[in-house]
Structures are given as structure tokens and as C-alpha cells.
């Protein structure tokens, strides 16, 4: 993977670090592509997504099986 299609990451010092985006499926199974950005530095976890429309800065990572119900 090249490294410099992706911005760089704006919270940490890692010159490595980058930005790389992630995809989710909506509701309708519909992809929807780059929802959310995170920080490829694991100290860092910076994280940036994109929900009904409004920009969420720097929340807390949920991993794996403790997904929350869908509202
Ligand atoms: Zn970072």
C-alpha cells in the first residue's frame, strides 16, 4: 500500500502515520464508501466519521463483538 494517497495524520508526530479510510454498509446494504478515517498509528487511534451527515472527531475506538443496537 502506498502510504502517500493518504493524508497525514493531524494529531500525532508519527511521520509514518496516515490517514486510511474505511468503509461501512447502510441500512439498505447499500456501501458506503470513506465513513470513517483512522490514524494507521496504534499509540495515536485518531479517528474521524462521518454519521447522518455530522463530522465525529476522535472518538473512542469500539472493537470487535460489543457493537451497539442499532437506534
Ligand atoms: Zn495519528
Avoid at 495524520?9 to 508519527?14: A, E, F, K, Q, T
Avoid at 511521520?15 to 498509528?41: I, M, N
Wanted: hydrophobic share 30%; with cysteine; charged share 25%.
Amino acid at each position: 500500500m502506498d502510504n502517500k494517497n493518504f493524508p497525514p495524520c493531524l494529531d500525532c508526530d508519527d511521520e509514518d502515520a496516515v490517514l486510511v479510510p474505511l468503509s461501512d454498509f447502510g441500512g439498505q446494504g447499500a456501501a458506503v464508501h470513506y465513513k470513517a478515517w483512522v490514524c494507521t498509528s496504534p499509540e495515536c487511534d485518531y479517528n474521524i466519521k462521518i454519521r447522518n451527515g455530522e463530522i465525529h472527531e476522535n472518538e473512542p475506538i469500539i472493537q470487535g463483538n460489543t457493537r451497539r443496537p442499532r437506534q
